[in-house]
C-alpha cells in the first residue's frame, strides 16, 4: 500500500508560511538572526570543522558551540561581538559587522 502524503522542503513550507501576514512580520522580525546562523553553519561546514572542533579553537566546550548556534535559530539570547569573533576565528573567518540604513 502506497503512502499519498506529500512532502514538502523547508523552503517550500515557509514560502507557503509567509502568506500569513502574521507570520511573515515574526519571520522577518528575525530575519538578522537567520542570516547570522546561516552564515556561522556555512562558515564551519567550509572550514570542515565539528563544533567540537570550533570549541578548542574557541577555548571552550562543545556544547558552548552548539548553545549559540542554537541561540541563534530560537532568539534566546544573542551572543556577544567577542564570541561572535572567536568562531569567525576558529572557522577562519574575519567578523565584520555593518549598519545598512532602513528600508
Known amino acids: 500500500m502506497k503512502n499519498n502524503i506529500q512532502t514538502k522542503t523547508h523552503r517550500q513550507m515557509v514560502a507557503e508560511w509567509k502568506q500569513d501576514p502574521e507570520f511573515k512580520a515574526a519571520y522577518m522580525e528575525l530575519e538578522t538572526e537567520y542570516v547570522l546562523l546561516r552564515e556561522l553553519?556555512?562558515?564551519?561546514?567550509?572550514?570542515?570543522l565539528t563544533q567540537a572542533e570550533v570549541a578548542k579553537k574557541m577555548?571552550?566546550?562543545?556544547p558552548a558551540v552548539t548553545r549559540l548556534e542554537t541561540a541563534l535559530s530560537d532568539n534566546r539570547q544573542s551572543p556577544t561581538?567577542?564570541?561572535l569573533?572567536?568562531?569567525?576565528?576558529?572557522v577562519g573567518c574575519k567578523l565584520e559587522v555593518h549598519l545598512v540604513f532602513g528600508k
Open 41 to 48: 553553519l556555512q562558515a564551519r561546514k567550509r572550514s570542515g
Open 81 to 83: 561581538l567577542a564570541t
Open 59 to 62: 577555548g571552550t566546550k562543545a
Open 85 to 90: 569573533k572567536k568562531y569567525a576565528q576558529a
